[in-house]
């Protein structure tokens, strides 16, 4: 009997209860079903910690939902955990025991340092970025914080605060004023100080945030059109909206959906205290956490110490791409790249990944049909699962395949925020050109090309007599000159004064 690629996992969270269901092929994870409900299950927990009949039913009612998509599903590949609420209640064999029986699978109660691990597992095996790393998730009952490198955790922590039980504690007369926040984040404080010297020791070099909260606010900063990096001052500035708006009921941010605002402040106050204590510069959204931990242990795939390469080489071969045509399309972009951005440019990480990326999936559109192509491969982009690449950076993949070729959408880059502008621009032109000079019928008679900048305006030098010789590509560089300097991008080709005028 064959066995099934279907796994699922389920979270039983303070706040939210989530499913997460995906078939494996090959290595490759295919996300089938996500679903996500709100139970605020901390909330009915009573001062001797007995969970309240109502939160209970709420509960159960979730897991009725959950189970019909866990019928065809084997025992053995689905991982089902409750966190802290259930760590805390005494009467939690009483849910446990009615909840096995809804969803046909045993339950298991996970310690907090578990919880961490998990939590690292699935950042490790879906975010991009620096290897070192600092995770933090506020869960609705406790907020996990792990240092690690690669897939290793180095330190774990588990800290009883949460963005429901800090709404019941501070915030429980709904009103959003300063002394409410205050006093959230005062407590906060004390509880990260004790650890926060061993976790800046760590020596992370990125840090990245996996709950609901920071989703959240990274949502707000995508309406407000604001770049993806979290900081202290954007906290500080959502707090202020946050204190104008008087009232839990009255909170209204663009971007802020209405299921997330009951513990946004809450989640917020914890959030600007650990960001304080572990003097965090900026924070990036995770691509999974604890759940995305389960799958992964379940299918036990090999250590992946570049998520993003996995990523690129499974859409490749999913949708055929022509590997050596686009390694030269890639060699031929960070050539260019590297000529660039020694004069002014500043040497940045993420713009060289995404210069990959981008010149990785260059012909992505071929795969649908020729016609169009760069039209398909903007919306294949735009809709494909992308581990290690956050939501702001697939946009910004899709708009630089969208204007590879022809005339250019300026729109597509200025509406991407992923990037400072300069840095899209710049890339979207480098790929223009890389695919102009790796078209099969001269890829191997390339000549040496040089490139250079002016403030705004690009220089390319190459051999006249190469020119003479491939009047495609002249005629190819001449409307790609006009096509650049339609939108205000000088483009020259100098020492072909006579061939350009």
Known sequence: ?????????????SNSFHMLVVREISGYVQTLARINRKVRLAAGLDENNYLSQQAMDRGWQCLHLFSEYLQDIPTEQVQIVATATLRLAKNADLFIN???????????????????????????????????????????????????????????????????????HYFKDRNLT?????????????????????????????????????????EIMQAAGMDERITLDKLQLLKKVAITSGKLEELEIKGLTLESALVFPSGLAILIAIFVELKIDHMILAGGALRE??????????????????????????????????????????????????????????????????????????????????????????????????????RLLAALLKNQTGPIELAELTQQNAIPLQHAILLCRLLRLAIIFTLPSRYNTIPLLRLRANKETLILTLPHQWLLEHPLCYENLQQEIQWQSNINWPLILEGQTELTQ
């Open 293 to 394: 931990g389960l799958i992964y242990n379940m299918l036990d795939l090999p250590a992946k110490q570049n998520i993003r390469v996995v990523t690129l080489a499974n859409i490749q071969n999913r949708f055929q791409v022509d590997i050596e045509q686009a390694n030269r399309v890639k060699r031929l972009t960070e050539y260019f790249y590297s000529q660039l951005k020694k004069n002014f440019y500043r040497d940045n990480h993420q713009v060289d990944e995404l210069l990959k990326g981008a010149s990785a999936l260059n012909e992505i559109g071929l795969s649908i049909y020729a016609r169009h192509a760069t039209n398909h491969a903007h919306y294949l982009i735009s809709h494909l699962d992308m581990p290690g690449y956050t939501l702001t950076q697939k």
């Open 178 to 218: 300063e002394e409410n926040f205050a006093q959230a984040e005062t407590t906060a404080h004390k509880i990260i100080k004790p650890i926060a010297n061993q976790l800046i020791e760590q020596s992370w070099q990125i840090c990245v945030g996996a709950s609901g909260t920071i989703q959240a606010i990274q």
């Open 98 to 168: 009615q909840g096995e029986n809804i969803l046909g699978h045993p339950i298991r109660i996970i310690t907090g340092e578990e919880e961490a691990q998990l939590i690292y597992q699935g950042v490790a095996y879906t975010t991009g970025g620096s290897d070192k790393r600092l995770v933090i998730d506020i869960g609705g009952g406790s907020t996990e914080i792990i240092t690690g490198t690669n897939v290793k955790h180095n330190q774990l922590v588990s800290l009883n605060m949460g963005c429901v039980t800090w709404l019941e």
């Open 1 to 13: 009997m064959l066995k099934s690629s279907l796994y699922a996992a389920i979270d039983l969270g």
